[in-house]
Every structure is written in C-alpha cells, then in structure tokens.
Nanobody, 122 residues
C-alpha cells in the first residue's frame, strides 16, 4: 500500500499561486499513475488533474485547464500541482491519489493522502 502525504496548502488571494506537493512512500511510485482531486464543503470529490507514470500523458479538468499544471519527479517520489491564477471557487481540500495508471475517476485510485486545505479569498 502506497502512503501519500500532501503539503503546500494555505490561504492566498485571488489571482495568486500555490504549489502542492505529494510525497509517496513505497517502491511502486515510478510505475503509478498519480492524480489530484479536490472537495469543497458540501460537495463531492472532483477530479482536478492526473499524470501517467512516465509523465508522457497528463489530463486536466476543464475548470483548471490552463491554470494548473501537474508534474512529477520519480527520483523524489513526489508529484506536484502548480496552481496559478487561483479563484475563490478553487477553495477546497486537495487530495493526492495513486493508482495503476492515469485516470480521472476516483474509483480508479487505490491510495489517498489525508488532504491539504487550499483557501482562495477575494
């Protein structure tokens, strides 16, 4: 079982930037698809971005396309989410997830982090 620990959340003014990090334990990180999801209060957990094991493939939710960038460093067992031009509607708890391949459904990811809060104020 892969253990995931997110960091980098915080409060930022609209238009600002944050970079989330997710450190994974275990030897299988370099073979795993990784994803970011988010959950706002009272709402379901939504897909944000995902990246394949080799970084060859990346996919984004329409709501973040052009503003967020997912990347990974397999040597550091870490996946990142660079978030630019943040909006108040990006406020949510952001979760890192690991699965056998790149995917967009939460059911396709078997391991999850505890989440990190991102708050964007206007």
């Amino acid at each position: 079982q892969v253990q995931l620990v997110e960091s980098g959340g915080g409060s930022v003014q609209a238009g600002g930037s944050l970079r989330l990090s997710c450190l994974a334990s275990g030897r299988t990180f370099s073979n795993a698809g990784m994803g970011w999801f988010r959950q706002a209060p009272g709402k379901e957990r939504d897909f944000v971005a995902a990246i394949s094991a080799s970084s060859l493939f990346r996919t984004y939710a329409d709501a973040v396309k052009g503003r967020f960038t997912i990347s990974r460093d397999n040597a550091k067992n870490t996946v990142y989410l660079q978030m630019n031009s943040l909006k108040p509607e990006d406020t949510a708890v952001y979760y890192c997830a690991s699965g056998p391949s790149i995917a967009t459904r939460s059911a396709d990811f078997g391991s999850w982090g505890q989440g990190t809060q991102v708050t964007v104020f206007s």
